[in-house]
């Protein structure tokens, strides 16, 4: 490691972007119920409880004692064990274990295989306290339970907040929570009768590593970056955080003191993107409008942290990329509209919001795409996982392992089976570790009590399909849609095809003149002409001209 110099610890973007799920919480995963469930777990480290927590034992404390739903339960489950960045193999190799299973008896064998780090996990399901809403700020302003939440922005300026994507509500939330997270590593003997920390506590090495899913740091401010543990057991650290090589443990007060003092924000969060980030010149500047397209990525990026690319204000154009610059990326879509937007790469995340009127074609996510408070878009992708909330007309083709969720707010969602490709595709998938089944496109869950009405969404009718045609050339092996399409929808592609084949029979047996042909073609060309603009697609395809010499989009 580094000589030794000051050290900068900070709180890690993926667990709050990607692991806090974005609805207030259930009441029983609060602080008081995951004591308990500390408790229980190390006091059943026999019965595959401590130090790692197995399904069958997760499922019996969750729905026994916290009195959560079974689907909710797995999905708190597999959302961590998804976060642990399996490596595409194994999760290729799960997915064709969980595909294989005949019944729901044979998946919940499978299921039964799995465990996942007991003390990661209780801090896991702690952060989902972020988005519970309070009701004493919603009371003094700063906070309210509204559909619809403002956004942070490529300004920077301040804003109610997304408080997934902002890194400075994950630092407040660690230095607010930071004591109550240590007592619940903490070894039964370290704890008063009350539950609580002594003076005289002691925080095992242990206990250290399960803090280090959330926080990590680096000496010096080098490139280096570093798990907390492990900085945590450097010599020159150890009389300020009170780690002891007789005990082998950290006290308490010095160990908290410590954490506090050098808790900084996160180089690599957005906040950084966003004052300093790198400025992609990718999309183009519209004429005539106000709107300012704003496109940024992390200047420092280090194998350990993965980068971010952050997208604003995308008007009325067709913004196409396969670039290195988004290859495994936290992308955030924000304020776009009227576009056509293709990132053909594989993504870690996506997060699209406050977007209208426009379609987005995804490289395979190897985590999660959430979709908030957007009108009318289209979202075409092979994902992990989907969410959505505070949505109205949106349309969702997908390839997924999961069920979607539907959170609160939304209205009137579609769903249909994912139907494009392009050459690249199979490729970043096995890439991201993403395979054709199992395939959950047409079974969402409803997670949020105001969302329990399943009217809110349906599955696209086989008569209003079509398939999407990606209309760009690249390299690669990918020459049909992955998986194939669902028989109905297939089928329904078939009919209408046959009647385009006894439509261009008829035209040709009817013997038509020259000057007759001529006339029908005007006729059907006009048609189409006025189907294009009625639809939109005739901006598609003006957009899908390449620009002037003078403004192309850039690369990177």
């Known amino acids: 490691m580094e000589a030794a110099g000051p050290v900068s610890l900070w709180v890690k973007t993926e667990p709050f972007l990607v692991g806090a799920l974005r609805a207030p919480p259930p009441a029983k995963l609060g602080r008081h119920y995951l004591r308990k469930m500390a408790a229980y ?5 026999a019965e595959g409880c401590f130090p790692r927590l197995a399904w069958p034992r997760w499922r019996h404390i969750a729905c026994g004692k916290l009195q959560l739903g079974r689907g909710l339960a797995w999905l708190y489950f597999e959302l961590f064990d998804s976060l642990a960045r399996r490596d595409p193999p194994r999760r290729l190799e799960w997915a064709e274990a969980e595909a294989a299973c005949g019944s729901a008896d044979e998946l919940e064998r499978e299921r039964s295989k799995l465990s996942v780090d007991t003390l990661q996990f209780l801090l896991f399901l702690y952060i989902q306290q972020l988005n519970k809403v309070s009701l004493r700020t919603s009371l003094i302003g700063e906070e309210w339970p509204s559909p619809r939440t403002k956004s942070p922005n490529l300004t920077g300026k301040a804003a109610s907040q997304n408080k997934n994507w902002n890194d400075q509500d994950h630092q407040a939330f660690v230095q607010s929570h930071l004591s109550d997270m240590l007592e619940l590593l903490l070894e039964p003997d370290q704890l008063t009768a009350s539950s609580h920390s002594a003076h005289s506590s002691l925080v095992s090495h242990e206990a250290v590593r399960a803090l280090s899913f959330l926080i990590e740091g680096t000496v010096n401010k080098s490139r280096t970056v570093h798990p907390l543990h492990e900085l945590a057991l450097w ?5 300020k955080n009170g780690y002891s090589k007789i005990s082998k443990a950290f006290s308490f007060t010095k160990l908290e003191s410590w954490i506090r003092s050098c808790l900084t924000t996160n180089p690599f969060g957005m906040t ?50 396969s670039s290195d610059t988004l290859v495994g990326a936290h992308v955030r879509i924000h304020r776009c509209s009227e576009s056509f937007i293709y990132l053909l790469s594989p993504l870690r995340s996506v997060t699209i919001e406050k977007c209208r009127n426009s379609t987005f074609v995804l490289g395979p996510v190897q985590t999660s795409i959430h979709v908030h408070s957007c009108d009318n878009v289209k979202v075409i992708d092979v994902c992990h996982r989907l969410s959505l909330s505070s949505t109205t007309g949106c349309t969702f083709y997908i390839l997924t392992p999961t069920q979607p969720l539907i959170l609160s707010g939304n209205q009137a969602v579609s769903f249909a089976p994912f139907h494009t490709h392009y050459p690249m595709l199979e490729d970043h998938m096995a890439q991201v570790g993403l395979a054709t089944l199992p395939n959950y496109w047409d079974s969402p869950m409803l997670v949020c009590k105001e969302s329990s009405d399943t009217s809110v969404f349906r599955l696209l009718p086989p008569s209003e399909f079509y398939t999407f045609v990606i209309p760009f050339e690249m390299e690669g092996d990918t020459t049909e849609t992955p998986g194939g399409l669902p028989h109905a929808y297939q089928k329904a592609l078939s009919q209408r095809e046959q009647k385009v084949q006894i439509w261009q029979k008829t035209v040709k047996e009817a ?15 006009n048609k189409f002409y006025e189907w294009l603009v009625q639809t939109g697609n005739r901006q598609q395809l003006d957009s899908l001209v390449p620009p002037a010499v003078g403004s192309k989009q850039a690369a990177g």
Do not use: D
């Open 272 to 321: 950084a993107c966003l004052k300093s980030g790198k400025k992609l010149a990718w999309a183009q500047q519209v004429e005539g409008t106000t709107r300012r397209a704003k496109i940024a990525c992390n200047t420092r990026v280090v194998p350990e942290v993965f980068p971010m690319v952050v997208m604003s204000q995308v008007y009325k154009q067709t913004l196409a990329k």
């Open 41 to 45: 777990a190390r006091a059943r480290a």
């Open 235 to 239: 010599q020159p650290f150890h009389g």
């Open 511 to 525: 013997g038509l003149t020259k000057h007759q042909r001529k006339q029908f073609q005007m006729l059907v060309e």
